[in-house]
């Protein structure tokens, strides 16, 4: 079953302005406006959010805004920049989230995550990613996904949060209650069944389509059957320009297994092919197989490295052949090098004393694709004093030389185990600098034996203002049992603005 993002980009031409000025907060400078012209008035097309508080609307004259606001910054609108600019984005997302993603004009991005979603760790993390991406580009979306482009349009526009996940199969009950303009349907359309007494698209299910469509034409049972899964809408895939590319049309339908494999390494040695030529090596493909009732099934493998070795390319593409549905058959198939970077011949170790360094990019690849891209990861060291920021996941493979990453403290002793997140313990201390006499955490008391410390780390104020004052004093100490927990309080023990003084286990010794 097809699985299908609709991105939906309220502010994007703000947005867009605001990131040209370098401006991420959603409010920017001050009130901000785009005007465009509508027959011969110049009206609002576009309006920040500090622009709606003041009263401000989308249609409205521009005379009456500016009566309205007199230090009003106004832009005019740029239809052709704001779509270039939209298929951009489209562009980005193709690179980082699924294989198939098309620009929605004027305000949206459409994605088929059909078989992606295993690289981001399934699909409600992949709209986290995709949500906290958007987010911290400055951009303001509403993201919705579900089994066909008409459902998730609808949701992404009309529904209640601004992430949606509609199960497989529930596409039905969730449009039931939108309203009717969120199929697609010109106003016209939307005002007549509205005279005839339809509010919701679930009014619309169960009627007779004869008279429906005799009176409104085709095009509104089409978006109907669109929005519900039970017609086709096939995204067209963004191609730039540029993109390395390799199709293989067939006369006859394929669907044996073996047979898809036999035609993957062919394109596979076309590709590598192509990017030798180059110089290029590829980072990710895209294997898009177009069945005959006008379905895409896509395969999407990432590397760790720059690779154009066709045996391993064609591992890792014919691993994930089990997961393609060839349906009724694949008439054309289109492999893509999606993202490729520049790889140059290495001379390879010539001195008989002269160990090779082992190449880890195979094992890294075939765990990647298995078990996702966000499964496999380094820690390294970050220069903070606070132990939960010291460490950040790095790719694989990543050069840690790099500024920002420092070696590992080895001047006060850390815990083999962190916890995700500190919990809070019950103790018994004699403040300020007395370890505590025993611990109660997870309902079972622990009599301290023996304890070392405090070790004292401020907050980092440079940060946020809120961590100016703010203390921990951590300890080190083992139980009866001989465990040994790292703990600590919050404060310096005598002033209540460093700190809550409540106690938390933060890691475990061995």
């Known amino acids: 079953m097809a699985r299908v993002i609709s ?22 400078d001050g009130p901000l406006i785009i005007a465009g ?28 805004a500016q009566a309205l606001v007199p230090d009003l910054r106004i832009e005019a609108d740029d239809a052709g920049a704001d779509a270039a600019a939209l ?51 400055g951009i303001t979306a509403r993201l919705a996904l579900a089994d066909s482009w008409g459902a998730a349009h609808a949701l992404a526009r009309h529904g209640a949060n601004g992430v949606i996940i509609v199960p497989p199969g529930a596409s039905d009950a969730a449009l039931a209650p939108l309203p009717l303009e969120t199929l697609r349907l010109p106003a016209a359309t939307a005002a007549g069944l509205r005279d005839l007494g ?17 009176r409104f034409g085709a ?26 590319e390799i199709r293989r049309a067939f006369a006859e339908p394929i669907a044996a297994p073996e047979t898809l494999a036999r035609y993957i390494g062919k394109l596979v040695g076309r590709l590598c092919t192509e990017l030798a030529g180059k110089g290029l090596g590829a980072r990710r493909l895209d294997l898009l197989c177009s069945r005959i009732d006008n379905r895409t099934e896509v395969l999407r493998v990432g590397l760790a490295v720059p690779q154009r070795d066709p045996a391993r390319l064609t591992r890792l593409l014919c691993d994930r052949i089990v997961t393609l549905d060839p349906g009724l058959g694949i008439e054309i198939m289109t492999l893509t090098a999606t993202i490729a970077e520049p790889l140059v011949p290495r001379q390879a170790a010539t001195s008989l004393l002269e160990e090779a360094a082992p190449d880890l990019s195979g094992l890294i690849d075939t765990l990647s694709n298995r078990l996702g891209a966000r499964s496999v990861f380094r820690f390294a060291a970050v220069a903070s004093d606070v132990p939960e920021r010291a460490i950040i996941r790095i790719p694989p493979l990543a050069d840690t030389a790099t500024p920002g990453m420092d070696a590992w403290p080895d001047h006060w002793p850390r815990p083999a185990r962190l916890l995700p997140r500190p919990e809070p313990i019950e103790t018994m201390a004699l403040l300020p600098d007395h370890p505590p006499r025993w611990i109660l955490w997870r309902g079972v008391r622990r009599h301290v034996q023996c304890a070392d410390g405090p070790e004292r780390i401020f907050g980092e104020w440079w940060k946020r203002d809120a961590e100016a004052q703010a203390v921990r004093d951590y300890f080190r100490i083992e139980d009866e049992a001989g465990a040994r927990y790292w703990i600590f309080r919050q404060g310096d023990g005598e002033d209540r603005a460093t700190g809550s003084h409540r106690w938390f286990l933060h890691g475990m010794f061995g």
Do not use: Y
Request: charge should be positive.
């Open 7 to 28: 991105v939906f980009l309220p502010m994007w031409p703000i947005d867009r302005r605001q990131r040209q000025a370098g401006v991420i907060s959603p409010s920017g």
């Open 219 to 244: 095009e509104l049972c089409r978006r109907l059957d669109q929005a519900r899964g039970l017609a086709s809408e096939p995204i067209a895939p963004l191609r730039p320009e540029g993109l390395i």
């Open 37 to 64: 012209r509508a027959g011969n008035r110049r009206v609002i097309t576009a309006a920040c959010p500090a622009s709606r508080d003041l009263g401000l609307q989308k249609g409205m004259t521009v005379s009456r």
């Open 87 to 137: 298929e951009r984005l489209a562009l980005w997302l193709l690179q980082r989230v699924a294989p198939i993603v098309s620009a929605d004009p004027p305000d949206g991005i459409v994605i088929d995550s059909t078989g992606a979603d295993h690289l981001h760790g399934g699909e409600a993390a992949m709209l986290e990613l995709l949500a906290g991406k958007l987010a911290l580009s």
């Open 198 to 214: 339809f509010e919701t698209i679930g009014d619309l299910m169960e009627q007779p389509r004869a008279p429906l469509t005799r």
